[in-house]
């Protein structure tokens, strides 16, 4: 067929790899240079986890995609996943029902091998958190971070090579678009081409801070791997120092409500809370100096999960967003997924992330996500 993608970002930019490769001839559109600067998709690094609480496939879906990130750094030049290992830390004992204690127990059912840890092992191990601040958790060494702007300029010349046409242009009327398929992969702007979709897929702005730490020594990753800090009820999590000298930290909350075009500015309290907790939990970092913050948007769909389904009226088109903050990691499957629910191939995960403006209340996708109904 012939297919047109709007959005380049890792929905879209997968999605024309897979569909190229199965034979198709594809167009991708975006609104700016790929990777476009206020994607989400385009940050120095997003965190790649198996640990999805009590959710089979979740969790499933992110064991084979963990596989391809190890597949991907293989072909490529240099890796651009970096397997650190991960660390969930609670401040009270693991609890059944907690998004530490469920994925412990469901990772440990399939078979993974983890470290479990108490407030002595955390402070040995792991000295930059203040002793007593995490009392319980585990070390999973499976997982890690991945370069997510790089991986976008990596996957992008993968699909001009493949022969995906790329255009930089603003899509405003999918009507004009001449092509057997149209799949809108516009992440939080997909509502602006289709505004049906308001109510199901939010805008939701989450802080993200920069911090350039005094002694870096003290967050390699050996010692500060990728974490979640009570990460279901602080939202906190973070990355070990780059190789700038960058200790990244942000929240994966509620968030701030936002409009898809208003500029986007750290909230102060964000900030605060921020420090209020890095004096608790990472006193090193309380006072470090913030080289960079920003405010990335999240397409919230009202249950957590993704949005990749075909429109129910137009039968050429589908949609696929709604990344709820927690899709990069998925990127070496999003691909074959899109492809498989766009051409209507039976997937297991169809009705997960079926067409579902029914949805009213706003409940947890993703056990790690702080606040909202579980
Ligand atoms: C702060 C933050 C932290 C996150 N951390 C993680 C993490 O640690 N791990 C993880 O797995 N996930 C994480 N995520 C989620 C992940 O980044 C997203 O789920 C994923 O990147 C969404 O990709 P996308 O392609 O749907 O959207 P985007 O990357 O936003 O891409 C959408 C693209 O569509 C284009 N576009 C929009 N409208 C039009 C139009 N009309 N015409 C042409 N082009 C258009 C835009 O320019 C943009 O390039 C995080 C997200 C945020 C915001």
Redesign the pocket.
Known sequence: MNITI????????TAALELRRRGHGVSL????P???P??????I?????IDYGADPDYTALAERSLDGWRRWNARWRRPLFHETGVTFLARTPMQPGGFEHESYALLARRGHALERMDADAIAQRFPAYRPGALVDGYFNREGG??E?RAV?VELISEAIAAGVAVGT????DLELLRAELVIV??????P??LPELATSIVPVG???FHLRPRDPSLYTADRFPVFGADIATTGY?GFPVNADGIVKI???GTGHPVTRDEQRVVPAAAEDELRAFLADVIPGLADAPIVDR??????DTRDGH?WIARHPHRTNLVV????????????PELGPLIADLALGVPHPLAGKFRWRPELAEQTRGDAARAGGAA
């Open positions: 709007v959005g380049g970002g890792i929905f879209g930019v559109f975006d609104d700016g790929i990777p476009h206020l994607a989400e998709s385009t940050d690094s997003k965190v790649v986890r971070w991945a997510s976008v242009t603003r899509v405003e992969c516009a992440g939080a702007w997909a602006r081409l989450q802080p993200v999590y942000a929240n994966h920003r405010l990335c948007v999240y397409a993704f696929a967003t709604g990344g709820s903050g927690h899709a990069f990691k998925f990127a």
